[in-house]
């Protein structure tokens, strides 16, 4: 099984990866921070603390809140398209490259050995 995360720092924070990708997607779609949380099984303090890193870790913030809930901004969807894209591309090449070096890999690992 080939597992690959693409995550973009900027300095020592995840501009966005995976799961950030992912709060994005659901505030899209739910139209407010909370509602995404929900959808996702994470505290709003917690999806607000990733959506701020976001909104600093870029040229323009990603999403935009007001008093009637949070929307992604034309640079959040474009972020997130392109992220996405750059996903599918890194997957399709990893996995291009794995062939050779899964004839090698057991099913499931032997049981540990004691010491």
């Known amino acids: 099984m080939l597992k690959i995360?693409?995550?973009?720092?900027?300095?020592?924070?995840?501009?966005?990866?995976?799961?950030?990708a992912d709060l994005l997607d659901a505030i899209a779609s739910e139209g407010s921070i909370s509602a995404a949380g929900r959808r996702m099984g994470m505290s709003y303090r917690?999806?607000?603390?990733?959506?701020?890193?976001?909104?600093?870790?870029w040229a323009e913030p990603l999403v935009a809140t007001s008093t009637e809930g949070?929307?992604?901004?034309?640079?959040?969807?474009q972020v997130l398209r392109d992220y996405r894209a750059l996903?599918?591309?890194?997957?399709?090449?990893?996995?291009?490259?794995?062939p050779p070096i899964e004839q090698w890999l057991r099913t499931e690992p032997l049981a540990a050995q004691p010491h």
């Not at 917690?46 to 870790?57: A, F, H, P, Q």
């Not at 949070?70 to 969807?77: C, D, F, K, N, S």
């Open 5 to 20: 995360r693409v995550q973009i720092y900027c300095g020592d924070q995840i501009a966005i990866g995976p799961g950030k």
């Open 46 to 57: 917690r999806c607000w603390m990733l959506v701020d890193v976001m909104n600093r870790c």
């Open 70 to 77: 949070a929307r992604l901004t034309p640079m959040g969807e």
């Open 87 to 98: 996903q599918a591309s890194v997957l399709c090449a990893g996995a291009a490259g794995l």
